[in-house]
């Protein structure tokens, strides 16, 4: 099992900047991928982005490409989500989630946190 909780979130006027922090426990941290995804009220689940286990790759969805940036810290168990240039049509709830390996579906992913609220504002 790994147990992943997110902090983080709150509000923000656009063009402004939040960070995501996603704390895990349990099993070997290292040993998975990382995604992030977001969910606004009344729409699906979306990808945000993900990064591999060592931190050498990363993928983005295109809407966050050049805005949001991942990274990680297999030391203290951590994996953040940088979002600069924010805009109102990223307001969500959004979530990190643990898997085996890099994916953009939400079900490749086996450990999922509670989510943290990002409200933006115009």
């Known amino acids: 099992q790994v147990q992943l909780v997110e902090s983080g979130g709150g509000l923000v006027q656009a063009g402004g900047s939040l960070r995501l922090s996603c704390a895990a426990s349990g099993r070997t941290f290292s040993n998975y991928a990382m995604g992030w995804f977001r969910q606004a009220p009344g729409k699906e689940r979306e990808f945000v982005g993900d990064?591999?286990?060592?931190?050498?790759?990363?993928e983005y969805a295109d809407p966050v490409k050049g805005r949001f940036t991942i990274s990680r810290d297999n030391a203290k168990n951590t994996v953040y989500l940088q979002m600069n240039s924010l805009k109102p049509e990223d307001t969500a709830v959004y979530y990190c989630a643990a898997g085996r390996y890099l994916a953009s579906r939400w079900s490749a992913y086996e450990y999922w946190g509670q989510g943290t609220q990002v409200t933006v504002s115009s």
């Open positions: 990064m591999s286990n060592s931190g050498g790759r990363a």
